[in-house]
């Protein structure tokens, strides 16, 4: 009997030795601070040089028109912004440059479409001048991605007075995009 209560009272020390053993533990912490910053950025996918040419009418007495580019150019924009705040991004040329259009035409902007959640194109698109206008509105954080996505743009020549039109007549403006916080 004591032999078995020996065999006993080993067993149960060495249970509890064994479970104290694999139940000892031990933790390190530190913390860890993670920030949103804002981000603004904007890119043209191709800023080679677009060339917009009247066209002459397919019959005598119809109207000579302008040419239509709605493939080669691609705005792509990377947005961060606070709660409750949004971006537009506005087009212009550059400089002085007001009158620019050869007499008697005009250029038109327009972003004819824009990925899900980076905002809002203006229907009708904008006529460019050297005063900043508003193409794309109520952006908010988003990234409108590279390559062959982001915010497709269409230009259009347009043809207002085919009576003021000079052969020859050619001009060159550089249009400047600006994303900035809405007012």
Request: hydrophobic share 40%; aromatic share 4%.
């Amino acid at each position: 009997m004591k032999r078995s209560l020996i065999l006993s009272v080993s067993i149960c020390l060495l249970s509890v030795l064994c479970v104290s053993t694999y139940a000892a533990s031990d933790t390190a912490t530190h913390d860890v601070t993670m920030n949103v910053n804002e981000v603004v950025l904007i890119d043209v996918n191709n800023t080679g040089t677009l060339t917009l040419n009247t066209t002459a009418p397919a019959n005598g007495g119809e109207d000579v028109t302008g040419e239509t580019d709605s493939t080669s150019k691609l705005l792509q924009y990377t947005s961060l912004v606070g709660a409750g705040t949004t971006r537009n991004i506005s087009v212009s040329w550059s400089g002085d440059l007001d009158g620019a259009c050869p007499a008697g035409t005009h250029l038109e902007a327009e972003a004819i479409t824009v990925p899900g959640g980076c905002g809002s194109a203006v229907g009708g698109g904008v006529t460019v001048s050297a005063v900043d206008q508003n193409i794309i509105t109520t952006i908010g954080s988003c990234a409108t991605g590279t390559g062959a996505s982001g915010a497709q743009m269409e230009y259009r020549f347009v043809v207002d007075t085919v009576s003021s039109l000079v052969v020859g007549d050619t001009t060159s403006v550089r249009l400047v995009f600006t994303l900035t916080d809405a007012s």
